[in-house]
């Protein structure tokens, strides 16, 4: 019955709400090397068709691609998984031009539309195990998938839809081998783990917290041996992978398998970057979990409840939490051009899953009440607000900062500070009331201070005529934008 209803709901919100542009910088470099492989046959890029790539993205060597002058080939620098779930568009696009054009963009959001279902089945799998009933499950996709930054991601033509729906498969086969000792669950399991980590390296410290669960769940000698073999083996395949993928593509042996840093780059992994992202992550405008997710908020007080009725499932979680957070409160940046805090997007909503079981769990029908409106409270305003955000290109507020940097408005310290400190959603509502026609918007403002009414109409009218331009709708449906 809950598929029944979740997965039409879904499908036509992912529908109406399908991005009309594509995400740039990382995911289009990832995409360049698929469309070749997809025309080639080839991995890498050959040398010769360079001139057909954006020239900021071979500017710097080593930012977008792994330069392998033996083979004169240019790689992607992030897993080959992307490259081959980007291939999949590629497939039905007639083009031999390296680069993404309006059919294209139709296969990829039908992409993202599958993966966004793939989603949606595992949840509802998950929250079978878990107990949950259909209300609770409807409240909860409502609330987490379109209440929060995840619906940024649901369309986005980025890989952190690859990240989420991969984990959700690993926890929900990982969890389910415990329960029911299928050597299937197993298998699928690692599966599962062995694409996200080909999806981004960093990945493969999930094998910590599996270990752990085997040490804590597997209640005899034999057993933990058995389980342990298996898991051991899978982290042998997975290492094996990655020196292989990296020997190919660099042309010799990394322990990481990763490609070395741009030169002149220091390493991102830094101590004395824990007390800065953990204020973004805390408190950070354009950063914080709770601005970013808020659920996770209302989900932390049924942690204990949760994890008494759910104990291996929550282990999981928390250990696989505890590292990552661990590793990511050391790393230079929280992914600044991108929306929220995107680094966590896989782990949030399963972090959340108490809240799941606590609405279908509690059995007072007045506290059960008071959690589903406070559930709403809190979705209906950020439905309204994200579908604001979704209305402009991912990367516009980043536009907005070249275009105060390009501006000789006096100010542009100050304008600046505005843009870095200020969450998304007051920026883009701003944005978004001003192509509608309001006089003000505050980087606007800035720049014609001190300019006569008459001039700075003027000015006004120009740059309001240049941001419909380049902050066009990113609804392909026109009519859904504010």
């Known amino acids: 019955m809950i598929f029944a209803i979740l997965l039409p709901l879904v499908l036509a919100i992912q529908i109406l709400t399908m991005p009309r542009q594509t995400v740039g910088t990382d995911s289009s470099a990832i995409r360049l090397v698929s469309a070749n492989l997809v025309q080639t046959g080839e991995m890498g890029i050959p040398f010769s068709r360079k001139d057909e790539l954006d020239p900021s993205l ?8 792994v330069e392998n002058e033996a083979r004169q080939r240019l790689y992607s620098r992030w897993g080959e998984m ?9 497939l039905f696009r007639h083009g031999t031009e390296l680069r993404a054009d309006d059919e294209w963009m139709m296969w990829q959001n039908a992409l993202n539309i599958l993966f966004a279902l793939l989603i949606l089945i595992y949840f509802i799998l998950i929250g079978k195990s878990l107990k949950a009933s259909s209300f609770a499950m409807t409240m909860f996709v409502l609330c987490c998938f379109y209440g929060t930054f995840t619906w940024v991601y649901l369309r986005a ?3 952190e839809i690859f990240q989420l729906c991969f984990f959700l498969g690993f926890f929900y086969h990982f969890v389910g081998y415990f329960r029911s000792r299928s050597v299937k669950h197993f ?11 080909h999806v981004k390296t960093v990945f493969i410290v999930l094998y910590a917290p599996s270990f752990l669960v085997i040490a804590l769940e597997s209640k005899k000698l034999p057993g933990k041996i058995r389980d342990t073999a298996y898991l051991g083996l899978s982290a042998a395949v997975a290492v094996a992978s990655i020196w292989a993928i990296g020997y190919f593509k660099l042309g010799t042996f990394t322990l990481t398998g990763e490609p070395p840093l741009p030169k002149g780059w220091d390493s991102p992994w830094m101590v004395r970057a824990f007390p800065y992202r953990l204020q973004d992550y805390a408190i950070g405008p354009k950063s914080s979990f709770a601005l970013y997710f808020p659920p996770l908020l209302l989900a932390l007080g049924f942690w204990p409840r ?8 929550a282990i999981l979680l928390l250990s696989t939490f505890v590292i990552f957070a661990g590793m990511m409160l050391c790393y230079s940046t929280w992914g600044e051009w991108c929306i929220g805090p995107r680094y966590f997007l896989f782990l949030l909503l399963p972090m959340t899953f108490p809240l799941l079981t606590a609405l279908s769990e509690i059995k007072q029908r007045k506290w059960r009440a ?3 409106a406070a559930v709403v409270v809190i979705t209906v305003p950020f439905v309204f607000l994200y579908w604001n955000l979704n209305a402009r290109p991912i990367f516009s507020r980043h536009w907005l900062i070249g275009f105060v940097a390009e501006s ?8 600046r500070k505005y843009l870095d400190t200020t969450n998304d959603f007051s920026i883009i509502l701003g944005l978004n009331h001003f192509l509608a026609g309001a006089e003000h918007f505050n980087p606007v403002d800035a720049v014609l201070g001190g300019q006569s009414p008459e001039r700075a109409a003027v000015g006004r009218a120009n740059i309001r005529a240049k941001f419909s331009e380049v902050f066009s709708c990113n609804y392909y449906f026109e009519f859904l934008c504010p």
């Open 58 to 65: 071979i500017r710097l060597p080593g930012q977008f691609f």
């Open 82 to 90: 992307n490259t081959l779930l980007y291939a999949i568009p590629e």
């Open 157 to 159: 033509h980025s890989y």
């Open 370 to 372: 008071t959690l589903a």
């Open 187 to 197: 298998a699928v399991a690692q599966i599962f783990l062995l694409a996200l980590i």
């Open 306 to 313: 949760f994890y008494r009725a759910h104990r291996r499932e």
């Open 408 to 415: 000789r408005s006096d100010d542009q310290v100050e304008l």
